[in-house]
C-alpha cells in the first residue's frame, strides 16, 4: 500500500503546485535518499541568505525564476535549472509569480541561517 510519502503513481509537479495556498512555503513532494523534492509559489523578493552545508538546485516549473548573486542576478526560465553552490549568499525572486521544484537535503530551512519571519516549516507533505 502506498503512503503520500510513497506515491504509486508518478508526481505531478504542476498539479502538486496548484494544491499550495500561499506563496514561499515549500512543500515536499518526493524523497530520495537524504534529499527532498519540493515545490514552491513565489513572488517578490526573499530575503538574502547562504547554506553554508549544501548546493541547493532551483528548477523552474512556471514563470521565470531571478536569483541575485553576490556578482549578479541569474534569470532561470520555465523547464531550466540552476544550482547555487554551497555556501554562495543568494536571494531567490520573481516579477510575476513563479511555480519552482527546489531539491535540497532534508532538514534544510528555507532562510539558511537568517531565520525570521519567512522561515518555513520544514517536512510538510504535500
Not at 72 to 98: D, I
Request: proline share 6%; charged share 25%.
Amino acid at each position: 500500500m502506498a503512503t503520500s510519502q510513497h506515491p504509486a503513481q508518478p508526481v505531478n509537479l504542476a498539479q502538486k503546485a496548484s494544491l499550495i495556498n500561499e506563496q514561499w512555503s515549500p512543500r515536499v513532494v518526493a524523497e530520495m535518499n537524504d534529499y527532498q523534492f519540493k515545490v514552491v509559489r513565489i513572488e517578490g523578493e526573499f530575503i538574502w541568505h547562504s547554506h553554508p552545508e549544501t548546493d541547493e538546485a532551483f528548477l523552474v516549473l512556471e514563470g521565470t525564476l531571478r536569483i541575485d548573486l553576490p556578482e549578479g542576478p541569474v534569470s532561470v526560465a520555465a523547464g531550466e535549472l540552476y544550482v547555487v553552490p554551497r555556501g554562495v549568499e543568494h536571494r531567490t525572486a520573481a516579477e510575476g509569480e513563479a511555480k519552482l521544484m527546489m531539491i535540497e537535503p532534508r532538514g534544510i530551512l528555507n532562510t539558511g541561517h537568517e531565520g525570521g519571519e519567512r522561515t518555513a516549516t520544514n517536512d510538510l507533505w504535500i
